[in-house]
């Protein structure tokens, strides 16, 4: 049995947990500046290192790495404790950072990416799952307004960044920018998170991990290099598809039959924690999609500058903070099934809309729409989320947390690589530059199967349980979260 020792009054930078909190913000930081500071810079990237159609790979082995580690890393929290295996995230986040500021080719560098998703792939969810450690239900509507408000300075921050970087300096810079960040996280995290942790031996499932990257990665090697590399129908395609999935249900059978699977398949038999993971694929998929494309798409058709660009994105990390600090309020006043159909709702709103603003394309409509769909998400994503968390135990909630992110940023993975796939096939080998008409066309397609993944997200908000009993957490609630 493990624990993390907290006060229990308090929610704040004045409490004892307050420099935890911070610690969290920080670390929250290092990822949501991350998600939209590269985005401004693809172009950038591209034009100097070369390879296009290569880009969204920047993305898909960042993600990939991401997501295949998590649950590796919320199982050894379960056992070892949060703090050793945060730092070991930031860690390698740093790492990778550096490696990455240092790349002198566009392999180089989407190799150094998967560094970096691997202390990702600690540094996320071990934030979130901390935080589900030290407060309550009711206290995480509170902390969940500080954790939020990160991701707001972060998307005015990031694209700024991002976009003064590559205009007056180089690009390179939008990675060393992480130094300082990983310093002061691990800093703080080793002065003032104190964990007592009963160690046990335990297997750690590596046949099962490698089973998943790798079939993973041969599917979107598939879709990212099909009608690139080769054909569609060639042998090399056919056969990456085939091998992927073909090793993905070997990894089911080994995880049935693993003593300590790297994911636990019950995590996908309950119906909440089914749903929640459905919609956190959802989130991915958008998120994504809006990341890769809506810079590249106005600095095509419009001709604006990475900063412009990058400061329309960042409408859609402005909304979801505004509207998650403010989703504890909801959930708790209505329940978290009511809160995620109005967040994905919104949503299908902004992605609706988003379609209707590239056919017509202006920065105004396009930031626009942005907002609303980052709107939608803040409704979405931590509702979902915490109904997860808060139906598990201490010995559980790592796995639950691992397995909600893991399934984000698969779905970020493989949206990453079958969007890339689709505008990939409809520009037939030419750049943006080349025919930005073509490409805009190409992007609103993207924006059409964002759109239609919002609405399957919708679907799955409305498969959660209406009513959520809180289990092992400080300061239960009795009565649980209803609908």
């Not at 070892?80 to 002198?104: D, E, M, N, Q, T």
């Not at 809506?294 to 604006?304: D, I, K, M, N, S």
């Not at 970020?412 to 096939?425: D, E, P, Q």
């Given at each position: 049995m493990s624990s993390t020792r907290t006060d229990t009054i308090g929610v704040g930078f004045r409490s004892e947990r307050g420099p935890i909190l911070i610690a969290i913000m920080v670390t929250t930081g290092l990822v949501a500046i991350d998600a939209t500071i590269l985005a401004t810079a693809v172009p950038t990237i591209v034009a100097d290192l070369g390879g296009f159609t290569s880009f969204p790979w920047l993305f898909s082995v960042y993600l990939l790495t991401q997501?295949?580690?998590?649950?590796?890393?919320?199982?050894?929290?379960?056992?070892?404790?949060?703090?050793?295996?945060?730092?070991?995230?930031?860690?390698?986040?740093?790492?990778?950072?550096?490696?990455?500021?240092?790349?002198?080719?566009?392999?180089?560098?989407?190799?150094?990416?998967?560094?970096?998703?691997?202390?990702?792939?600690?540094v996320q969810p071990m934030?979130?799952?901390?935080?589900?450690?030290?407060?309550?239900?009711?206290?995480?509507?509170?902390?969940?307004?500080?954790?939020?408000?990160?991701?707001?300075?972060?998307?005015?921050?990031?694209?700024?960044?991002?976009?003064?970087?590559?205009?007056?300096?180089?690009?390179?810079?939008?990675?060393?920018?992480?130094?300082?960040?990983?310093?002061?996280?691990?800093?703080?995290?080793?002065?003032?998170?104190?964990?007592?942790?009963?160690?046990?031996?335990?297997?750690?499932?590596?046949?099962?991990?490698?089973?998943?990257?790798?079939?993973?990665?041969?599917?979107?090697?598939?879709?990212?290099?099909g009608g690139n590399a080769w054909e569609w129908l060639s042998v090399p395609s056919v056969g990456a598809f085939v091998v992927g999935a073909l090793l993905l249900v070997v990894f089911v059978r080994v995880e049935q039959r693993a003593d300590e699977p790297v994911l636990p398949l019950w995590v996908f038999s309950r119906r909440l924690l089914l749903a929640a993971s459905l919609v956190s694929v959802g989130v991915g998929v958008?998120?994504?999609?809006?990341?890769?494309?809506?810079?590249?798409?106005?600095?095509?058709?419009?001709?604006?500058?990475?900063?412009?660009?990058?400061?329309?994105?960042?409408?859609?990390?402005?909304?979801?903070?505004?509207?998650?600090?403010?989703?504890?309020?909801?959930?708790?006043?209505?329940?978290?099934?009511?809160?995620?159909?109005?967040?994905?709702?919104?949503?299908?709103?902004?992605?609706?809309?988003?379609v209707v603003a590239s056919t017509h394309p202006s920065v105004l409509a396009v930031g626009l729409a942005c907002f609303v769909i980052g709107a939608g998400l803040g409704l979405v994503a931590s509702p979902s989320l915490i109904a997860a968390q808060s139906s598990v135990g201490w010995n559980e909630r790592g796995v639950v947390t691992g397995a909600n992110l893991?399934?984000?940023?698969?779905?970020?993975?493989?949206?990453?690589?079958?969007?890339?796939?689709?505008?990939?096939?409809?520009?037939?080998?030419?750049?943006?530059?080349?025919?930005?008409?073509?490409?805009?066309?190409?992007?609103t397609v993207a924006f059409v199967a964002v759109a239609v993944v919002a609405l399957a997200t919708v679907v799955a908000a409305a498969a959660m349980p209406r009513t959520t009993r809180e289990h092992g957490s400080p300061g239960a609630l009795a009565d649980g979260v209803a609908d």
């Open positions: 997501a295949v580690s998590v649950p590796i890393y919320s199982k050894l929290a379960d056992t070892v404790g949060r703090k050793p295996v945060i730092l070991l995230g930031i860690g390698l986040f740093l790492l990778g950072s550096v490696l990455c500021g240092f790349a002198w080719s566009m392999p180089a560098l989407i190799a150094f990416r998967a560094v970096q998703g691997l202390g990702a792939g600690a934030a979130i799952t901390i935080a589900g450690d030290i407060y309550t239900v009711a206290e995480r509507a509170k902390a969940q307004g500080y954790i939020a408000s990160v991701w707001g300075i972060s998307s005015v921050v990031g694209p700024t960044l991002g976009g003064l970087f590559s205009e007056f300096l180089s690009w390179n810079w939008i990675f060393f920018v992480n130094i300082p960040l990983c310093l002061a996280a691990a800093w703080l995290l080793v002065r003032h998170l104190h964990e007592t942790v009963e160690h046990t031996r335990h297997r750690i499932d590596w046949a099962g991990g490698l089973l998943l990257t790798t079939g993973m990665s041969l599917l979107i090697l598939a879709l990212l290099e958008i998120l994504i999609g809006l990341t890769s494309y809506v810079p590249t798409f106005l600095e095509a058709l419009l001709g604006v500058s990475p900063l412009t660009s990058g400061l329309t994105l960042a409408a859609l990390t402005i909304g979801w903070p505004i509207s998650a600090s403010q989703s504890g309020r909801l959930y708790l006043r209505f329940g978290f099934r009511t809160t995620a159909l109005i967040g994905s709702s919104v949503v299908v709103v902004g992605a609706v809309g988003l893991f399934s984000r940023s698969m779905g970020s993975a493989v949206g990453v690589a079958a969007l890339g796939a689709l505008v990939n096939g409809l520009m037939h080998g030419d750049t943006p530059t080349q025919d930005p008409e073509q490409f805009g066309d190409a992007v």
